[in-house]
């Protein structure tokens, strides 16, 4: 059983930068994606940016150009490194880790089957 700890998130100006980890106790040694989503007040939880085990790497159309995925599979670390935040970035953060192919091609939120507590990012 996969255990994920989020870290990083705070409170910052428009324009500002912020840094999410994520630790996870392990991971596979097999096929997986590792992703962030983020849910504000109110709305669905929505995919932000998913890597895959072999280095792949997708951002969506809302934060293309301001948010990179990356990881460190050495220390199990999954990153979300976020610049130009804005106010509409605001919302609690989350990373998952899923095994289905579905994971990478639909980034939907079913297909994750290991998550977070989050943590809570805010723009102001």
């Known amino acids: 059983h996969v255990q994920l700890v989020e870290s990083g998130g705070g409170s910052v100006r428009p324009g500002g930068l912020l840094r999410l980890s994520c630790v996870g106790s392990?991971?596979?040694?097999?096929?997986?994606?590792l992703a962030w989503f983020r849910q504000a007040p109110g709305k669905q939880r929505e995919g932000v940016a998913v890597?895959?085990?072999?280095?792949?790497?997708r951002v969506e159309d809302s934060v293309r150009g301001r948010f990179t995925i990356s990881s460190d599979y050495a220390k199990n670390i999954l990153y979300l490194q976020m610049d130009n935040l804005q106010p509409e970035d605001t919302a609690l953060y989350y990373c998952a880790l899923g095994s289905s192919t579905s994971a990478w091609t639909t980034l939907s939120a079913s297909a994750f089957a290991y998550w977070g507590q989050g943590t809570q990012v805010t723009v102001s």
């Open positions: 890597l895959e085990r072999y280095g792949s790497t």
């Open positions: 392990y991971f596979p040694s097999d096929n997986y994606c």
